[in-house]
């Protein structure tokens, strides 16, 4: 049984973000005290007395504009009103009912959805709530006062929403779900890749650069899997962040690739490689990420004989360090090969999660080993004992040393890629960690492993 949509509405600026902040107990969307700041539908996920339901926040109705980007925010929250299953329409204690809010309760009364009304910025209690009685007038019931801000009231909100869920909750066993950032500098087609997938205007797709401020999580499911694609905003070189609110959003974008299993890089064919790809390239890469380069905008390049083999030949040259990660030409636009993404994103997540026997993996050591001898220094030579996997995403193995101070990293780097010759490994990077006899054996995070992963 899906779980059930709630959808957080109102004008710009009476808090939705905050509210929908502390219901999802992280910092997801930007709260920021300028309107228009929420562009996109955020999603979370969080639980009210053991019921697991989604929480959409939305940006603010303006609900007459000629603005675009403002006209697609509106577009954005009707798509939400249509999805959720209960509505929370957010309004202002302090600016008491607008003409805005008049419009927007007609609109949500025609979606004949359940909708609660929410009062907000309703800081003092006993000061504030004589000034909540006119919001009857907007005729959605009671409205409830709260305080976003200070978590005054939110309860009484979840409880009231809470009867609107349904009574039972099948629980359906745990599937795979594949996570899939698409990350790349602005304006390369990320929103549009992710429309062009889930076949509907998701994301707000326009040729200003830096119009996706959040990262915006999508579900989509096919033939091939089921997926979360996160779209994030653009990473801009430092020297261009002058606001805060683009600060937050580098932030995020971030921390979308950690929560990612694979990332998409998206390159826009037409400007080439860049620095600020390889900055990009180099978070995932670090994050221990998989990783596949998709180069966008392949349709609007002139091409001739040998094209595609000189562009990949150019990709692995600046971005070295991913000689791993496959790579894949599409044109977002027209749809160009983007069916093709989703075995390569399986095959690479997969491989991000490999697990190796130790036995295994030390065969293909020894022979390493006896192709090309350890390095000695000053006379005295490294010595491997045996070698063990410790974690997953990405692989990680801890190998054993006599000295870890002559485990220099040419041979790391040998090892590395006789690991990847047998099992291929493709589109994930490695992680190779030397101790000496009688260390811990440490997990990627620092932790030392349980006696059975040795």
């Known amino acids: 049984m899906q779980k059930p949509i709630v959808a957080i509405i109102g004008k710009p600026n009476v808090g939705k973000s905050t509210f929908f902040n502390y219901l999802a107990g992280k910092r997801i969307s930007i709260v920021e005290d300028t309107p228009g700041v929420t562009r996109d539908r955020i999603y979370a996920e969080t639980n009210w007395r053991g019921k697991n339901f989604t929480i959409i926040d939305t940006g ?33 204690a302090k600016q008491g009912v607008t003409a805005q809010d008049q419009e927007i309760a007609l609109m949500l009364k025609k979606s004949k959805k359940p909708i609660v009304l929410v009062c907000n910025k309703a800081d003092n209690f006993e000061k504030d709530k004589n000034a909540i009685y006119e919001f009857y007038n907007l005729g959605l019931g009671t409205p409830f006062p709260i305080s976003a801000t200070n ?24 599937e795979k779900i594949i996570k899939v950032a698409i990350i790349g500098k602005p ?12 076949g509907e205007n998701r994301t707000i ?17 096919n033939e091939h899997g089921k997926y979360i694609l996160i779209d994030t905003a653009g990473i801009r070189k430092k020297s261009k962040i002058n606001e805060r609110i ?30 600020q790809d390889a900055k990009i390239a180099g978070e995932a890469h670090e994050a221990g990420k ?24 150019e990709i692995y040259q600046k971005l070295a360090y991913l000689s791993y990660a496959p790579t894949i030409f599409i044109s977002a636009k027209t749809g160009q090969r983007v069916e093709k993404l989703f075995n ?21 050591i020894n022979e390493a080993i006896a192709i090309v001898q350890p390095p000695t220094d000053k006379g005295k030579r490294l010595k491997i004992f ?28 040998y090892l590395s890629n006789q690991i990847r010759k047998e099992f291929g490994l493709q589109g994930t990077p490695i992680r190779i960690i030397s101790r000496e006899k009688g260390e811990k054996e440490m997990s990627k995070k620092g932790q030392p492993q349980a006696d059975s992963e040795k």
């Open 151 to 174: 978590a005054i009231g939110i309860g009484d909100v979840l409880d009231e929403i809470y009867k609107y869920f349904p009574e039972k909750d099948d629980k359906e066993a745990e």
């Open 205 to 221: 797709v326009s040729n200003i650069a830096g119009t996706t401020r959040d990262a915006i999580d999508t579900y989509f499911e």
């Open 386 to 413: 045996y070698g063990t996997q410790v974690s997953t995403k990405p692989p990680t193995f801890v190998i054993f040393v006599n000295d870890k101070s002559l485990f220099h990293f040419s041979y790391e780097r």
């Open 60 to 92: 603010g109705i303006e609900t007459e504009t000629n603005d675009i980007i403002l006209s697609q925010m509106r577009e954005q929250a009707n798509l939400a009103i249509s999805m959720a299953d209960v509505i929370i329409f957010l309004t202002d």
């Open 246 to 275: 683009e600060k937050f959003s580098i932030m995020r974008s971030l921390l979308a690739v950690e929560r990612a299993d694979v990332c998409l890089l998206m390159i826009d064919a037409t400007s080439g490689i860049t620095d």
């Open 290 to 313: 998989g990783i596949i380069i998709v180069v966008n905008k392949w349709d609007a390049l002139e091409k001739e004989t040998g094209t595609l083999e000189k562009y990949k030949k």
């Open 344 to 364: 390569m994103i399986n095959e690479v997540a997969k491989q991000n999660e490999l697990r190796i026997s130790t036995s295994v993996l030390n065969q293909v």
């Open 187 to 198: 304006n390369v087609g990320k929103s549009s890749l992710v429309n062009k997938i889930v």
